[in-house]
């Protein structure tokens, strides 16, 4: 089963786009959240929140019982990334419940798209490096005060409690997973033609391959222009590139796509080149920094922890350049 996103700054066209290929054999999701597609299912931000608050519930009970917290007043609030795990959660059910050939997601408009796919791959580093140290501090604090609980009269919950299901981190790095690969996950987007000569089109195009999606089709709309759709082409091979209308559409989906590996390895004397898939980067605005077993990357306000081959773990980063439509890591 594939995964096929589509986004776009226009709300009416990322509509069209999707429904211009949607067959019986395939399912829609709408995580616009703006209900562009009654005709599909749709991802409810409130609903889903709600859900989980349920879900939680029995972990969380006995700290809001010991705070006096109202637990069934309020719902889970929405703290920053909790949309970014929501969504990655509802596309997880999504997909093992689909038994279609490919399920159809409606995205929001480009930026917060590339927003929400950066959360959504980044989130089982975020999870390993926020989430279990504060249940680790929250264990320890527990045993330092567990002397008192008797002269408090209190009764501390167990921190084991709070403990998130064990497969969860295993279903956002299975997402994770299925995002980078081009076998089964493709982005297409749908811009107008005027932001053709825009150099922040081309960044946001690489912020879509930072956050660990390949693009597979980029459609501007406008007049046709064979020169344009070739310049592009070329730089943003191998993505599909249509300059036109909605004539020529059907035509041009077509056309079939091939996508390339996201990271290859490679050897270069004594050194070991890590190369990955970003069309669109300028070096200048890059930022490296080895992590421990992770490679973080930063373009601007967008980064992203990488983790490193275990051929890789033992070396260091000794340089790194762009060359075309890759950027190249050197390790020693």
């Known amino acids: 089963m594939r995964l096929l996103l589509i986004s776009g700054d226009d709300p009416l066209a990322r509509r069209r786009l999707a429904l211009a290929q949607v067959g019986p054999e395939d399912e829609l999701l709408d995580a616009s959240g703006e209900e562009l597609l009654t005709e599909a299912g749709r991802f409810d931000l409130l609903a889903a929140l709600d859900q989980r608050w349920q879900a939680l519930l029995p972990g969380l009970g006995p700290w809001l019982d010991l705070l006096e917290f109202p637990r069934a007043a309020d719902r889970l609030p929405l703290l920053p990334g909790l949309e970014e795990v929501l969504l990655a959660l509802e596309l997880n059910d999504r997909i093992s419940r689909c038994r279609a ?3 159809v997601v409606l995205l929001p408009a480009t930026a917060p798209a590339r927003r929400l796919l950066s959360g959504l791959s980044s989130a089982p580093e975020l999870l390993e490096r926020l ?3 504060l249940l680790g501090r929250l264990g320890g604090l527990r045993q330092t005060i567990a002397g008192l609980e ?15 299901p064990a497969d969860l981190r295993q279903q956002l790095e ?10 089964r996950c493709e982005l297409q987007l749908v811009q107008a033609s005027e932001l053709a000569g825009d150099p922040l089109l081309e960044q946001r195009i690489a912020g879509f391959h930072l956050a660990g999606v390949q693009l597979s089709r980029l459609w501007f709309q406008g007049p046709p222009d ?3 759709e070739a310049s592009w082409a070329d730089r943003l091979a191998p993505a599909l590139v249509h300059v036109g ?3 020529g559409l059907p035509e041009w989906l077509a056309r079939p796509w091939d996508g390339e590996p996201m990271r290859l390895l490679r050897q ?3 050194e070991t080149v890590l190369a990955l898939l970003l069309p669109g980067l300028r070096k200048e605005r890059l930022q490296l920094r080895r992590i421990g077993r992770h490679l973080q990357l930063q373009v601007g306000g967008q980064r992203r922890l990488l983790a490193l081959p275990a051929v890789l773990q033992p070396l260091e980063p000794c340089g790194a350049r762009v060359d075309g439509r ?5 390790f020693r």
Do not use: I, M, T
């Open 150 to 164: 008797s002269l408090l009269d209190l009764r501390l919950p167990a921190a084991d409690g709070l403990r998130l």
């Open 174 to 183: 299975d997402l994770e997973r299925r995002l980078e690969d081009p076998d």
């Open 131 to 133: 989430y279990d140290p």
């Open 326 to 330: 890759r950027l190249e890591v050197r």
């Open 268 to 270: 270069d004397g004594d």
């Open 226 to 228: 064979p020169g344009l």
């Open 245 to 247: 209308g909605g004539q």
């Open 101 to 103: 050939r490919r399920l």
